[in-house]
């Protein structure tokens, strides 16, 4: 098997040189739950030729369900090198590595990326991975789901700390809002490593309202 029988589709989308320009890319997977797991399968298998998956946590029943990347066979295993197990087993060209260990350890390390996406579940660390990212001048994607609602932003200049710094717990997740503002998540990261137009420092904001519409708010983040 060669790259261009497996990329074939990307190939056909936006030509061999953007695909092997991939390769050269480097990110990190800051969570390997649900949208971790999202994150992990569509751009594991995208042509990216490093992924650092980064998680302390174990696998237990209840996080199956959402975290898609997972078995039952899996209850106990530590989540990022779950991952990254998984990801190697579908994809012979990327160089994944699954890090047991929670952000401050991880950003101890002093490694360089092209990107850093957020699949966090609490704000203290979203807003340390902002000062990590702005720290090192790498963009960073952000992510949070929450009963049926989500949102995204990417980050190059805007303030996280617009957002109440606190330690809130989301309370219910329906499965599928976390596939979806995970694939959003992603399709995000993939066009800006592909070097195809990103709009940054935006939030898009989705959700149900009464009658079950899905809505699209977008707003504007201010600098840092």
């Known amino acids: 098997m060669t790259p261009e029988v497996y990329f074939n589709r ?10 092997r320009s991939l390769q050269s890319k480097k990110i990190a ?20 030729g490093e992924i650092h998956m980064v998680d302390f946590d174990t696998v237990s029943l209840h996080n199956i369900h959402r975290q898609i990347a997972f078995t039952l066979a899996d209850e106990g295993k530590n989540k990022a090198k779950t991952i990254a197990q998984l990801i190697k087993s579908k994809n012979p060209f990327v160089n994944v590595m699954g890090f047991d260990m929670d952000f401050e350890a991880f950003s101890g390390l002093d ?25 090192i001048g790498t963009p960073w994607v952000y992510a949070s789901v929450e009963e049926f609602n989500g949102q995204v932003c990417f980050f190059e ?68």
């Open 157 to 224: 200049q805007a303030d996280f700390q617009v957002f109440n710094i606190s330690d809130h717990k989301p309370g219910g997740i329906a499965a599928p809002i976390v596939m979806h503002i995970g694939s959003l998540q992603a399709n995000l990261a993939l066009r800006y490593l592909a070097g195809l137009p990103v709009v940054k420092d935006k939030l898009y904001y989705l959700y149900f309202n009464d009658k079950g519409e899905l809505v699209t708010q977008k707003f504007g983040m201010p600098k840092a």
């Open 10 to 19: 990307q190939i056909q989308l936006w030509g061999e040189a953007t695909q």
């Open 29 to 48: 997977i800051i969570g390997s739950g649900g949208l971790g797991s999202t994150l992990a399968q569509a751009l594991g298998t995208s042509g990216i």
């Open 111 to 135: 490694n360089r990326y092209d990107l850093i996406l957020d699949a966090t579940d609490n704000l203290p660390v979203r807003a340390a991975i902002n000062a990590y990212a702005k720290k």
